[in-house]
C-alpha cells in the first residue's frame, strides 16, 4: 500500500512538473474565472429566460447559477491562494478547478429538459477535450479524466433523469481528453528533441567557430612568430643598407658592381620583410575581435574598388553583376575589408605567377538560392599551380618574386571569418576563376 502511494505521488510530481504551466497560469487567472462566471451566466439565463429558448431548454436557472457561483468563488480563492504556491500545489488546485467545472457543464445537462440536455451534452466533451490538451491528461496522467469524472458524477447526483445520456457522454469525453491529451505530450516530447538537436547543432557551430577563431589566432602567430623582433631589425638594416648603396655608388669599395649588386638584394630583402609585417599587422585588425559582422552593399563595393583598381589598367576589368543595387553581403569589418579582398584578388589576377598577368578580368556577382551570394574573379592569366590547387591556402606561398604570399592567405581567412567561402579553380579555356561565397544580409 505504501509503495502504491509512493508511485501515484510521484506520478503526480512528474505531471506537476511537466504540463503546460506557462499556459495553464494564462488560462487560469482571476480574470478569466470572472469572465467565465459572467459567460455562464449569460449562458444559464438565455437557456432559461428567453423567450421562446427557456421553452426549449426548460433549464432550472437557481440551481445552475448556484453551481457557478460556486464553481468561480472556489476557483477565484484557489488561485488568490496558490499564486506563490509550488508547482504540486498548484497542479492540485487546477485539477479541483477542473472537477467543479466540469460539474457546472454537467449540471446543465442534468437540469434541462431532455431536448435541451441532448444540446447541452456537448459541453462536457469540449470542455474535457480542451482540459485535456491543456493539462496533458495522457493514459499515464489520469488525474484530469479522474477530475472529468468526478464532476460529471457530482451534476448527476443533482438530478439523475438523463443519465442515460452520461453514458454516452462520459466516455465519449473521457476518449477525447485522454487523445488530445496524448498528442499534446507527444507534441511535448517532439518539441524537446527539436530543442535538443538545435541545441546540438548549435553547438557544433559555436565549436566550429570556436576553432575557426583558434586557426586564426594560431595564423596570426605564426606570421607574428616569422617576424619577431623583426621592427628594430629593420630599421638598423636599412640604415646600413643605403650607407653601402651610397657608397658604392660613389665607387668607394671596391669592387663595386659585386657590392651595387649585394645591396641591392639586400634593400629588396628588406622591403619583403617590411611588406610581410604590415601584412600581419592587416591580418590582426581584419580578424580580430573589434572586427564585426557588417552588411555591406555589394554592388556599391565592387564599382569603387573596380574603378579605382583599373584606372591605371586602361579598362582590362569587366562587371557582369546579376544581383539588385541593394543587394547586400555579411563580412567581418564590413565595406573597408570588403574591398580589401576584391583589391587583392584583382591584384593577383593582373601580377598572375609575377612573369604574365591576365590582360582581361571579369567581375561576376549573382544570388544563390540558399541565402549566399557568389563573387567572381576569373582571368585569362595563367591560373593557378595544379599542386597548389590540391592544398589549402598557406602563409607565405607564393611564385611571385616579390610577394610575401599573404594576400591570398588573409582574403581567406578574412572570407572564412565572415562565414563564407573561397574557393579556386583554373578556367578551362585558360586563366583563374576565385569564387567567394557570402552570407546575404538585409536590404537597406
Known amino acids: 500500500m505504501a509503495g502504491a502511494r509512493f508511485s501515484i505521488s510521484r506520478t503526480f510530481s512528474e505531471w506537476a512538473e511537466r504540463h503546460n504551466l506557462p499556459a495553464v497560469r494564462a488560462s487560469v487567472t482571476v480574470a478569466s474565472w470572472v469572465w467565465t462566471g459572467l459567460l455562464g451566466a449569460g449562458i444559464v439565463l438565455l437557456a432559461g429566460k428567453a423567450p421562446h429558448v427557456r421553452d426549449f431548454f426548460e433549464l432550472r436557472t437557481e440551481p445552475a447559477l448556484v453551481v457557478l457561483a460556486i464553481l468561480c468563488a472556489t476557483s477565484i480563492a484557489g488561485v488568490l491562494l496558490t499564486r506563490t504556491a509550488p508547482p504540486g500545489t498548484r497542479a492540485a488546485i487546477t485539477i479541483f478547478g477542473n472537477a467543479l467545472t466540469m460539474w457546472f457543464v454537467a449540471s446543465l445537462v442534468t437540469l434541462s429538459s431532455a431536448r435541451g440536455a441532448t444540446v447541452f451534452a456537448l459541453l462536457p466533451v469540449f470542455v474535457a477535450a480542451y482540459h485535456g490538451y491543456l ?39 473521457i476518449g477525447v481528453s485522454l487523445t488530445l491529451g496524448s498528442v499534446a505530450l507527444r507534441t511535448d516530447e517532439l518539441n524537446a528533441e527539436r530543442d535538443k538537436l538545435r541545441a546540438a547543432v548549435d553547438a557544433q557551430a559555436l565549436e566550429a567557430k570556436s576553432q575557426e577563431a583558434q586557426r586564426l589566432s594560431t595564423a596570426l602567430l605564426e606570421v607574428l612568430g616569422h617576424n619577431h623582433d623583426i621592427g628594430n631589425t629593420l630599421a638598423a638594416a636599412r640604415v646600413n643598407a643605403d650607407w653601402l648603396h651610397r657608397e658604392t655608388q660613389e665607387g668607394i669599395a671596391p669592387p663595386a658592381a659585386d657590392l651595387h649588386t649585394m645591396a641591392d638584394e639586400l634593400r629588396g630583402s628588406l622591403e619583403r620583410l617590411a611588406r610581410i ?20 552593399n555589394v554592388t556599391s563595393c565592387i564599382a569603387h574598388t573596380v574603378e579605382t583598381f583599373d584606372a591605371r589598367l586602361r579598362g582590362i576589368i569587366r562587371r557582369e553583376l546579376e544581383i539588385s543595387s541593394n543587394a547586400h553581403a555579411l563580412v567581418r569589418g564590413g565595406v573597408t575589408n570588403f574591398e580589401r579582398v576584391l583589391e587583392n584578388l584583382l591584384r593577383n589576377a593582373v601580377e598572375g605567377d609575377g612573369e604574365r598577368g591576365a590582360s582581361q578580368i571579369v567581375v561576376r556577382a549573382k544570388d544563390e538560392p540558399t541565402g549566399f551570394m557568389t563573387i567572381e574573379i576569373a582571368d585569362d592569366g595563367p591560373g593557378f599551380p595544379q599542386e597548389s590547387l590540391r592544398q589549402a591556402i598557406g602563409a607565405f606561398g607564393t611564385t611571385k618574386r616579390d610577394g610575401t604570399g599573404l594576400g591570398l592567405y588573409t582574403t581567406e581567412r578574412l572570407v572564412v571569418a565572415s562565414g ?6 583554373n578556367r578551362p579555356e585558360g586563366g583563374a576563376v576565385v569564387r567567394v561565397v557570402l552570407a546575404k544580409g538585409g536590404i537597406a
Open 135 to 173: 493539462l496533458r491528461g495522457a493514459p499515464r496522467y489520469p488525474f484530469v479524466v479522474l477530475s472529468t469524472v468526478l464532476g460529471i458524477a457530482g451534476a448527476v447526483a443533482l438530478d439523475a433523469r438523463h443519465a442515460a445520456l452520461f453514458e454516452l457522454v462520459t466516455p465519449l469525453a
Open 277 to 296: 609585417l604590415g601584412e600581419s599587422k592587416h591580418i590582426g585588425q581584419q580578424m580580430g575581435p573589434a572586427a564585426a559582422l557588417q552588411e555591406v
Open 420 to 425: 563564407g567561402q573561397l574557393l579556386r579553380a
